[in-house]
């Protein structure tokens, strides 16, 4: 029996070693570096997002409005203990409102915050060279500096830090926070 159970235990050794390199496997092949993104739909439009800045993905969570200047902002969201503000990128982007969104990502950032859309597409791993900079003169949006060339078409790629540092500029300050003129 003991020798039945050490074939079995060398069998699911090497199962679990090609399982992993399966996932290396294309990697090691071409040579070429790999990047993660996420095929997403804003406003019927196509986007892609880095994986590698994105901290999760929820679809359907429940969202509680709270009153704010920011238009954008479409409530707080409660996730394991953490309390994170979901903005419209429809509205961050450019685009015009709509439906409220039924995706949202948390982005990898300092604090907590997320950015809602409405579809997600997909996950792609492309090469690393179907990633293209805007050249100067193209009309490269204020958070798209570029795009990635997928099987389906270019998308713009979103850079998700840019637009949390701008959305973390155009907070308005509270009135705990502001000094009183002396």
């Known amino acids: 029996m003991s020798g039945e159970r050490k074939d079995l235990a060398t069998a699911a050794s090497e199962l679990r070693a090609a399982f992993d390199q399966a996932f290396t496997a294309d990697q090691l092949q071409s040579g070429e570096r790999t990047v993660d993104v996420l095929a997403i739909r804003v406003a019927e439009q196509s986007y892609a997002l880095r994986l590698a800045e994105v901290l999760a993905v929820h679809e359907g969570r429940k969202l509680v409005p709270v009153p704010t200047p920011a238009p954008a902002l479409l409530g707080l969201v409660g996730l394991r203990g953490l309390v994170a503000p979901i903005y419209d990128l429809r509205l961050l982007l450019g685009h015009a409102a709509g439906h409220l969104p039924s995706w949202f990502v948390l982005v990898r950032s300092p604090s907590p915050i997320g950015v809602a859309f409405d579809a997600l597409e997909g996950h792609l791993r492309l090469p690393e ?12 949006g204020r958070f798209t500096p570029g795009s990635v060339l997928t099987p389906g078409g270019p998308r713009p790629l979103i850079h998700l830090p840019s637009l949390v540092e701008s959305i973390a500029r155009s907070k308005p300050v509270s009135a705990s926070e502001r000094e009183e003129p002396r």
Request: net charge neutral; hydrophobic share 35%.
């Open 129 to 140: 060279s179907s990633l293209v900079s805007a050249r100067s003169g193209d009309n490269a």
